[in-house]
Nanobody
Framework: QVQLVESGGGLVQPGGSLRLSCAAS????????MKWYRQAPGKERELVAR????????IYADSVKGRFTISRDNAKNTVYLQMNSLKPEDTAVYYC?????????????WGQGTQVTVSS
């Protein structure tokens, strides 16, 4: 059974930090690209950060560059999102995603999301 379980969300003041975690099980974590998305109320889901299967390459949305860092620990089947200098506009539900193409098939798994609220 495939599971992605996010944790670490919460309420934080502007300028603060949070670290999100996503624990994976039920699939070969180390062979998947891992991504963090977010969705704010009334807005479309957007890609925040992506990391390749071995962790050698990352990309970030322009809105979070220099503030957020994605990382992964393949031994622990976990991907992280370190969020610093948080702004009110970072308020959203954050989702973990596992993705790969193999043998002509797409494998695409999602977590249930964790709420991040940035407010004073």
């Amino acid at each position: 059974q495939v599971q992605l379980v996010e944790s670490g969300g919460g309420l934080v003041q502007p300028g603060g930090s949070l670290r999100l975690s996503c624990a994976a099980s039920g699939f070969t974590f180390s062979s998947y690209i891992m991504k963090w998305y977010r969705q704010a109320p009334g807005k479309e889901r957007e890609l925040v950060a992506r990391i390749t299967s071995a962790g050698g390459s990352t990309i970030y949305a322009d809105s979070v560059k220099g503030r957020f860092t994605i990382s992964r620990d393949n031994a622990k089947n976990t991907v992280y999102l370190q969020m610093n200098s948080l702004k009110p506009e970072d308020t959203a539900v954050y989702y973990c995603n596992a993705f790969k193409y193999a043998g002509g098939s797409k494998y695409d798994y999602w977590g249930q999301g964790t709420q991040v609220t940035v407010s004073s």
